[in-house]
């Protein structure tokens, strides 16, 4: 069915026309993307109605598409269906006008109305390699009205044909007003925090640690793009554990198969010289249809142990198989059939071997008494709590569970350790009760951890967030120690370490201990995400600004990450570049948090102002810290200090970035209220009067 007629055509000058092309089934989401573009002054060719005609209207679409200033091709589910339809006309009729068009004028504006995928779209190839704009059911934001108004304008040379927008003059049609400067660094701190807070804990037995951008670090949808291989050769003392496959006859033992997946990632990360990717890598690929060579290549390993569980009651088959990548080769093979209760034995042997079979030794490590559980019950309740502790919204199951768990055996010391971090995931996210419960509860906990074993890193990890949260800096770096001089090549131990050194300021060793990660977890976010906000508080914004892309390329629908590269574009005075990248952003409140922003940087105070005023109105109590980095952006001290007061009090888990090697708020750290401040949140040494920061 067509799309589009003749009676379209509005009057004005055609070549500030726009020509929304879309299927029919899409006609109410194109409709209130009309009306929005009209509303702002914008003309646009659009026809709802279903009555076409023959070779006159033919005539005139084309006209229209040869005419028009702007071509919007809407992309959903719908539009995928159709592999037929007259839309596919005209979108063949806008990529052949492109031929004959300078490669810098911007030509097509894709929007996409539902959850359907770049990878997956049908579309021309030039429409992939122009910059996306997810306007969910036709819901028409202000910063998309805003940059259609600027490639309409005369002398647009932003290049949105292209992905990757780095090489356009920075800040060339709108410079940024003079009092900004001092504030751009500071701006950018609350955002990053706010990405490392969601990322920084996406580790074994973690939670989530942010209320407002909570799915940030979740793994793709469905995804079954492949990272492109390392360059480097795989060493031959190399191996990584993929998923276990649940054999079971319900298929409901997912989470006991990925346990015993991680439980021997972590036992042959005690080999000394055999390079293990973490969990979060070896698990990318978990559901996706990839071979073992490609995996190989993409981690960087020349051995792959995979292997399945069929468990049904108290008994527990597993199966493992090592391969050498390099020629298909089954360097071992084993089948265990066991008890539930002998599954830590199953564990430690399927290691031992895959050593023996590598000639490699396993450093001998006794489990530690309250590492383990002999009650079957209490480790599934323990595996279920911990398999849905990282999504805020299972939270309280997940505590209901863990509680269930400790209940069972008081002494399994990890389960604890879990629940812990359950309970301070609670507090950060704002459940009930309130804070100060589940925090006194959080240490608790941990307390009851270190108490039944004194050597348990999930223990001393648990205490770290603990202090953390209660802004005990020495407290947490002494659990942390512990941490890493028990388990020193672990993730656990460098993810703590990275998020320390960048709570406490030292941007370099945050930076160098994140490379760390990335070289053991290639395909996590959290080594990329905290790269990218220590690149940013360093001034580094273009670094930070690739390193925020990584974490696009690793996972697609990471959310909060095309805000947090739109901020940096701004602070690298590159605001239409901004403003064509927070379009991208299918976060709504986090696209929001950061227009306040790019308004102000292109001159405009009363968009800015009525941005920010939405924007506080919405997030007073969840995101105060943001609302004073705005504030402060803008020069607006005393509202700055107004609103990290509120944080301060709400107990922010963020309120560490006001200080740092370049200072968060530069333009106020002479404002004694920001000393007072540091020395309430224990962030001087009042022997020194100097900064705990490096």
């Known amino acids: 069915m067509n799309e589009t007629g003749p009676d379209s055509q509005l009057a004005g000058d055609s070549g500030r026309a726009v020509f929304l092309s879309y299927a029919s089934q899409d ?119 805003d940059l259609i108004s600027h490639l309409l304008a005369p002398g647009s040379h932003l290049k949105t044909a292209k992905r990757t927008s780095g090489n356009t003059p920075a800040a060339a049609h709108a410079p940024p007003p003079a009092a900004m400067s001092a504030g751009w660094r500071s701006a950018l ?16 037995d973690s939670v989530v640690r942010s209320k407002r951008v909570a799915e940030a670090a979740r793994p793709p949808r469905g995804s079954t793009q492949i990272m492109q291989p390392a360059p480097s050769r795989a060493p031959e003392n190399s191996i990584a554990v993929l998923p276990f496959v649940d054999m079971s006859e319900k298929k409901d033992q997912g989470y006991f198969a990925d346990s015993l997946s991680e439980e021997v990632i972590d036992l042959l990360t005690k080999i000394p010289d055999l390079r293990v990717p973490a969990r979060t890598s070896s698990f990318y690929f978990k559901g996706k249809q990839t071979t073992i060579a490609e995996i190989a290549a993409v981690l960087r390993v020349a051995h792959i142990l995979e ?124 459940l009930g009760p309130d804070t100060a419960t589940w925090t006194a509860r959080a240490r608790s906990a941990a307390e009851t951890s270190l108490r039944i074993d004194p050597r348990l890193v999930y223990g001393h990890k648990a205490m770290a967030q603990v202090d953390q949260h209660a802004l005990d800096w020495a407290a947490a770096e002494r659990h942390i120690e512990a941490v890493e001089a028990l388990d020193p090549a672990g993730a656990v131990a460098l993810n703590m370490r990275a998020n320390l050194d960048f709570e406490l300021g030292d941007w370099q060793g945050a930076i160098d201990t994140a490379g760390r990660i990335i070289d053991i977890n290639p395909l996590d976010i959290s080594g990329p995400a905290i790269r990218a906000a220590a690149f940013s508080v360093s001034g580094r914004h273009r670094d930070a600004e690739q390193a925020y892309r990584r974490v696009l390329e690793i996972n697609p629908q990471s959310e909060a990450i095309h805000s947090q590269i739109a901020t940096e574009l701004v602070l690298d005075h590159r605001p239409q570049e901004a403003l064509a990248e927070v379009n991208l952003e299918p976060d709504a409140d986090q696209r929001a948090a950061v227009v306040p922003l790019i308004y102000y940087a292109m001159g405009y105070r009363a968009k800015s102002d009525a941005a920010l005023a939405a924007y506080q109105s919405k997030h007073a109590t969840d995101d105060t810290l943001g609302i004073a980095y705005i504030y402060a952006f803008r020069g607006e001290t005393d509202e700055a200090f107004r609103w990290i007061d509120r944080g301060y009090a709400q107990h922010d888990p963020t309120l560490f970035v006001i200080q740092g090697n370049l200072g968060a708020f530069a333009n106020i750290h002479s404002d004694p209220r920001y000393r007072a401040l540091l020395r309430k949140m224990n962030m001087v040494d009042e022997s020194t009067e100097k900064s705990v920061a490096p």
């Open 307 to 430: 292997g399945s569980v069929r468990k049904a009651g108290s008994q527990v088959r597993v199966t493992a198989q090592l391969v050498r990548v390099a020629d298909g080769y089954h360097v071992w093979s084993k089948t265990y059939d066991r008890r539930l209760d002998d599954i830590f034995k199953v564990q430690d042997e399927i290691s031992v071997a895959v050593a023996h079979a590598l000639r490699m030794t396993l450093v001998e490590r006794p489990r530690s008494p309250g590492e383990v559980t002999s009650n079957p019950e209490a480790y599934d309740r323990f595996l279920r709590g911990r398999k849905i502790a990282n999504s805020t919204g299972q939270l309280l199951n997940a505590i209901a569970l863990l509680k269930d768990a400790v209940r069972l055996d008081p002494q399994f010391a990890r389960a604890w350790a879990t629940l812990s971090t359950a309970y301070l995931g609670a507090a950060e996210a704002g």
């Open 27 to 145: 006609v109410a989401a194109a409709q209130r993307i009309c009306d929005a573009l009209r509303g702002s002054g914008i003309e646009v060719w659009f026809d709802q109605s279903e009555l076409r005609g023959g070779d006159a209207w033919d005539r005139q679409i084309r006209k229209q598409i040869h005419e028009c200033a702007l071509f919007i091709p809407v992309i959903s589910r719908n539009s995928q269906a159709r592999l037929e339809g007259y839309f596919r006309r005209e979108w063949k009729l806008a990529v052949d006008r492109t031929h004959d068009m300078a490669e810098g004028k911007p030509f097509l504006v894709p929007v996409v109305i539902d959850e359907t995928t770049e990878r997956e779209a049908e579309v021309p190839e030039p429409f992939l390699r122009a910059q996306w704009t997810s306007l969910p059911a036709g819901e028409t934001p202000p910063p998309f009205l």
């Open 189 to 204: 701190l609350v955002f990053a925090a706010l990405a490392l807070v969601t990322l920084s804990y996406f580790v074994t």
